[in-house]
């Protein structure tokens, strides 16, 4: 027969087992992800999207923006060149040049061009690739921060180009191209996650519990 003063105390370490099993003040209990800053703006230009065409033609962009380009087919490129010499290389070091990126398939190429604005100066673009015609002479010309006034304007810059039969590009690119594959899909499905001490206190807290009613049970019998 079990006395009943062991019955009282058994009763009376259950419940604290019990409390220390429910217990919510564990700050390792759930952890929800929370949200990052946003990074900087991007702007993204499509070249040879439908034609033979920069969309957009023209970019405002801050300084310290990002702006990138994607490729479609067939095969096109992003030349700097100066505003009296359209179709050409600009003068002078660190003008830029995506090299020539090809796509085979219908969508954008896996490659992309990315260049950080340094200033607020016009920056005049065009696509250097020949065939099946020459695409500067063929209007592929593009302007980031155009100027707010004056006869240097988009259009002009086109008509220029117009007027030459060919173009050239650097000997080697200059920029950041780089090569995106598909990542992996989220498996977080947004709900609350459990880390591994609140797991674990779980666990002993229920074999606690278990072994104190089995006990209980067995004096009982």
């Known amino acids: 027969m079990v006395s009943s003063t062991f019955v009282a105390v058994l009763f009376g370490v259950l419940?604290?087992?019990?409390?220390?099993?429910?217990?919510?003040?564990?700050?390792?209990?759930a952890y929800y992800p929370s949200a990052t800053n946003s990074p900087s703006p991007v702007q993204t230009v499509s070249v040879g999207k439908?034609?033979?065409?920069?969309?957009p033609d023209t970019i405002v962009a801050k300084v310290g923006e990002e702006i990138t380009f994607q490729f479609f087919p067939k095969n096109h490129s992003v030349v700097q060149a100066d505003f009296n010499n359209p179709c050409n290389p600009a003068a002078g070091?660190?003008?830029?040049f995506s090299g020539f990126i090809p796509s085979a398939t219908p969508g954008p190429s896996n490659q992309t061009f990315t260049i950080t604005v340094k200033d607020d100066k016009p920056i005049w673009l065009y696509c250097a690739a020949l065939l099946p015609k020459p695409h500067c002479s063929a209007g592929m010309v593009a302007v980031i921060n155009p100027p707010k006034e004056g006869p240097n304007s988009l259009d002009a810059f086109r008509l220029l180009a117009a007027k030459t039969n060919t173009s050239t590009a650097p000997a080697t690119p200059r920029g950041d191209v780089e090569t995106t594959t598909p990542s992996p899909s989220a498996t977080n499905t947004g709900g609350p996650i459990l880390s591994t001490g609140a797991a674990s206190s779980l666990v002993v807290g229920g074999g606690a519990i278990g072994g104190l009613m089995v006990v209980f049970a067995g004096l009982l019998l």
């Open 15 to 29: 419940p604290l087992a019990l409390a220390a099993h429910y217990d919510t003040g564990n700050a390792t209990s």
């Open 50 to 55: 439908g034609g033979l065409i920069f969309t």
């Open 93 to 96: 070091l660190g003008s830029i």
